[in-house]
């Protein structure tokens, strides 16, 4: 391969076509994760462990996407950066980076103890549930994904939003309604399904919107958005 074909190869790894197609997997992924612990797994952290008996096989296939949905959240944030450039603010770039990061390691946190409470259930399940650490376990969960992850989502969507209000590299339209969404998930006291859903569609929307901009556009550059 010549240095021509290496360069145009390397280019086409941060068109934003790229991200687009990351966020889009992302989505994909971690809906189908969450919808598949929602239907398996009650929302109350007090439960009976009775899922463990009958949804453990359910719960085993979520688990195993949500890696994936983490890279592909990992290749979005990076190619995001990328197309923001030289426009870059250093201080909300900074908590749109940190808080992207605080959100996908709380999620793979939860669900490396879920993934814990199913395989200690298969070898020691009375043992297991009648000691006390699932209810500990479970309750540990729930704190940091529906109040943690879910606020630190809230936070990348803020950062990302202001970002875009200071480089009207995205409509502000778009960026006012990230920041009614994100203040959704920052007040929220809820562990509802709705609620949890909201980040990912949000960054398949955001996702969908760069493809559509980057196939309008020959050369693939994003280009400012002209002030309201």
Same mark, same amino acid.
């Given at each position: 391969?010549?240095? !021509?074909?290496?360069?145009?190869?390397? *280019?086409?790894?941060?068109?934003?076509?790229?991200?687009?197609?990351?966020? #889009?997997?992302?989505? /994909?992924?971690?809906?189908?994760?969450?919808?598949?612990?929602?239907?398996?797994?009650?929302?109350?952290?007090?439960?009976?462990?009775?899922?463990?008996?009958?949804?453990?096989?359910?719960? &085993?296939?979520?688990? &195993?996407?949500?890696?994936?949905?983490?890279?592909?959240?990992?290749?979005?944030?990076?190619?995001?950066?990328?197309?923001?450039?030289?426009? !870059?603010? *250093?201080?909300?770039?900074?908590?749109?980076?940190?808080?992207?990061?605080?959100?996908?390691?709380?999620?793979?946190?939860?669900?490396?103890?879920?993934?814990?409470? /199913?395989?200690?259930?298969?070898?020691?399940?009375?043992?297991? #549930?009648?000691?006390?650490?699932?209810?500990?376990?479970?309750? /540990?969960?729930?704190?940091?994904?529906?109040?943690?992850?879910?606020?630190?989502?809230?936070?990348?969507?803020?950062?990302?939003?202001? #970002?875009?209000?200071?480089?009207?590299?995205?409509?502000?339209?778009?960026?006012?309604?990230?920041?009614?969404?994100?203040?959704?998930?920052?007040?929220?006291?809820? &562990?509802?399904?709705?609620?949890?859903?909201?980040?990912?569609?949000?960054?398949?929307? /955001? &996702?969908?919107?760069?493809?559509?901009?980057?196939?309008?556009?020959?050369?693939?550059?994003?280009? *400012? *958005?002209?002030?309201?």
């Amino acid at each position: 391969m010549t240095d !021509e074909q290496l360069n145009l190869t390397h *280019q086409k790894l941060k068109t934003p076509r790229a991200a687009a197609l990351a966020g #889009i997997l992302f989505t /994909v992924l971690f809906t189908s994760t969450v919808v598949l612990l929602r239907l398996s797994v009650p929302a109350d952290p007090a439960d009976a462990g009775t899922w463990l008996r009958e949804r453990a096989g359910t719960v &085993s296939l979520a688990l &195993s996407l949500l890696p994936f949905a983490g890279i592909a959240f990992l290749w979005f944030i990076g190619v995001v950066r990328d197309r923001l450039g030289h426009l !870059e603010d *250093q201080f909300f770039s900074t908590v749109f980076f940190g808080s992207g990061l605080l959100f996908l390691a709380m999620t793979f946190v939860s669900a490396a103890l879920a993934g814990g409470i /199913v395989a200690t259930y298969a070898l020691e399940h009375s043992r297991f #549930i009648d000691s006390g650490m699932y209810t500990l376990i479970r309750a /540990v969960m729930y704190r940091v994904t529906n109040v943690y992850a879910i606020k630190m989502a809230g936070v990348f969507m803020i950062s990302l939003a202001t #970002i875009w209000v200071r480089t009207r590299l995205m409509p502000r339209s778009l960026a006012f309604l990230t920041y009614v969404l994100a203040l959704g998930l920052l007040l929220s006291i809820t &562990s509802s399904l709705w609620v949890t859903l909201i980040f990912p569609a949000w960054v398949g929307a /955001v &996702s969908a919107y760069i493809l559509v901009t980057n196939l309008r556009s020959p050369s693939g550059k994003p280009t *400012q *958005q002209p002030g309201v």
